[in-house]
């Protein structure tokens, strides 16, 4: 049987490939790269592939037009909401695509040529390097449509800016612009977008020019503890996260967005 090669085996992910560098393109851009139930899914499986994949050493991953990742679709919200036992699946690969991000022995780096919001944001956050264009936004609003952050945020945000910072953007779903996220240490450079494809390519060549597998295994030890913190958290913040999609409040957030209204939260 003929194996489909890793470029061809996605729909919402666009995979291309330039020597041994591999680019991840996330691929709605009418919605801003928002997740719906299959890019969720191809995301939860796609960093594993690559990992197995012996003709690249260094991955990018950006998002298709003007954004980079805006979170979770909101009509895939409503579908969770009105068939809760989905939840299972996308807790599941919520798992999945941050522990697979993690485990990837190949140096990820972040192009966020936009905003990166919710688990948009947790994907940038979860990548070894991350460059932003002056322009984008970072941020998790997931309490903004009454939604526990549960797919990862309070996991990786204490473990770069600390606990009490984290805990104020994270109850707050303020979004950050990509200058002042730099200079907290949330991210590693914001630079203007016209630069931002040429200060990449200047940071992947250092890479591929470099001794292959000590990077990769410097990678691999300091993520040693990243690993362990994200394993102790993301469980109990998933479940309290499914919980919150059971509320009223969740409810009222998602429709409020459909109807282009500002939401009317009662504490439920």
């Avoid at 954004?67 to 679709?73: P, S």
């Avoid at 409503?78 to 299972?88: A, G, K, S, V």
């Avoid at 991000?101 to 990548?127: D, Q, R, V, W, Y």
Wanted: hydrophobic content about 40%; some cysteine; charged content about 25%.
């Amino acid at each position: 049987m003929k194996k489909i090669p890793l470029e061809e085996r996605y729909e919402t992910l666009k995979i291309e490939r330039h020597g041994r560098l591999l680019t991840v393109i996330m691929n709605r851009p009418e919605s801003l790269n928002a997740t719906d139930a299959l890019m969720h899914e191809e995301l939860a499986d796609v960093f594993y592939e690559i990992n197995c994949d012996l003709s690249s050493d260094v991955v990018v991953l950006t998002g298709a037009g003007r954004g980079f990742c805006a979170g979770g679709d909101i009509n895939w919200m409503q579908d969770m909401i009105d068939n809760p036992d989905m939840f299972e699946k996308t807790g599941r690969e919520a798992k999945r695509i941050i522990f697979s991000m993690l485990e990837l022995e190949k140096p990820l780096i972040a192009k966020m040529n936009g905003h990166a919001t919710g688990l948009g944001a947790t994907i940038a956050l979860s990548c070894d390097v991350i460059f932003a264009s002056e322009k984008a936004k970072i941020g998790d609003p997931h309490v903004s449509v009454g939604f526990v952050a549960g797919d990862g945020g309070p996991a990786i945000w204490p473990q770069l800016i600390g606990h009490v910072r984290a805990k104020e953007y994270l109850m707050s779903g303020e979004l950050i612009p990509a200058q002042k996220a730099a200079e907290m240490g949330l991210i590693n450079y914001a630079v203007p977008a016209e630069s931002l494809d040429e200060k990449v390519d200047e940071y992947v060549r250092k890479l591929l020019n470099g001794a292959t597998k000590a990077i990769r295994w410097s990678k691999v030890a300091t993520n040693i503890e990243l690993k362990r913190v994200v394993h102790g958290v993301m469980d109990a913040s998933l479940a309290y996260e499914a919980l919150s999609n059971l509320t009223a409040d969740h409810q009222e957030a998602v429709s409020a967005f459909r109807e282009k209204r500002k939401p009317v939260f009662t504490g439920r």
